[in-house]
């Protein structure tokens, strides 16, 4: 049972414009969601996160908007850059624990 | 500040043998997690140590069990390993364990033949 879907498995954006980059969950317990970025052959590092609380955080370029009613979250990175180009996972925990549920990821590709 | 630390980086294995993995977290983190990564399956959790003590599990069999010691580094071990044990394992740490905002390391590639 998948508790965070990433439904898409890759997306491509050009330079300067925005990504966008979607995650839902099933579980209502989750009360805090982030976003780590990965890089081939180095381990994920974390973005940007969201409390339950609040419904968008902005950090730069990135913001990450929370539908709770939705069950939905997204990230959206503008403008897109291509070192922007990696694999994004969202994550989800409840309580005060590092037991994060993650996404399959979504590879994003940003075309000069 | 020296990251998280992962050894070995890769390994090969055959079916039934055992192996053990090691990391160092972040010098003064007292969380360690640790992580299988699979094609299409994500990061799935294995478990949590703090401060020596397993705090969280996940849903992996008994053959796979960790342990921390009190410099905080951590080691996991998976026995009689499987043809689906090959994966990347991720070890993670945090100064709490509270966050969820962990420090990952570059991982151990373990290729199970």
Same mark, same amino acid.
């Given at each position: 049972? #998948?508790? $965070? ?5 890759? /997306?491509? $954006?050009? +330079?300067?414009r925005i990504s966008i980059l979607n995650c839902d969950y099933t579980n209502s317990m989750f009360d805090y969601f982030l976003w780590y ?18 419904? !968008? ?12 009613? &939705? !069950? ?5 990175? $503008? ?5 922007d180009s990696a694999v994004y996972f969202c994550a989800a925990m409840s309580g005060a624990t590092n037991k994060l549920i ?6 994003? &590709?940003? #075309?000069? | ?39 299409? #399956?994500? /990061?799935? *959790? /294995? *478990?949590?140590?703090? @401060? +020596? ?10 053959? *796979? ?8 580094? @951590?080691?996991?071990? $998976?026995?009689?390993? +499987? ?9 993670? @740490? ?20």
């Amino acid at each position: 049972d #998948q508790q $965070v879907k990433q439904n898409s498995p890759s /997306l491509s $954006v050009q +330079e300067g414009r925005i990504s966008i980059l979607n995650c839902d969950y099933t579980n209502s317990m989750f009360d805090y969601f982030l976003w780590y970025k990965k890089y081939p052959a180095e381990g994920p590092t974390f973005l940007i996160s969201i409390s339950s609380i609040k419904d !968008k955080n902005e950090d730069g370029r990135f913001t990450v908007f929370l539908n709770k009613s &939705a !069950k939905h979250l997204s990230l959206h990175i $503008v403008p897109s850059q291509p070192g922007d180009s990696a694999v994004y996972f969202c994550a989800a925990m409840s309580g005060a624990t590092n037991k994060l549920i993650f996404g399959t990821g979504t590879l994003l &590709a940003v #075309q000069p | 500040k020296a990251g998280v630390t992962q050894t070995p980086r890769y390994l090969i294995k055959t079916r039934g043998q055992q192996v053990t993995l090691s990391c160092s977290p972040i010098s003064g983190h007292r969380s360690v997690s640790w992580y299988q990564q699979t094609p299409g #399956q994500g /990061l799935q *959790f /294995l *478990f949590e140590y703090f @401060s +020596e003590t397993q705090r969280n599990k996940g849903n992996f069999p008994g053959r *796979f069990s960790g342990r921390q010691f009190s410099n905080s580094r @951590s080691e996991m071990n $998976v026995s009689t390993l +499987e043809l689906g044990d090959s994966a990347l394992y991720l070890c993670a @740490s945090s100064l709490t364990g509270f966050s969820g905002e962990l420090f990952f390391g570059e991982g151990s590639r373990l290729t199970v033949l």
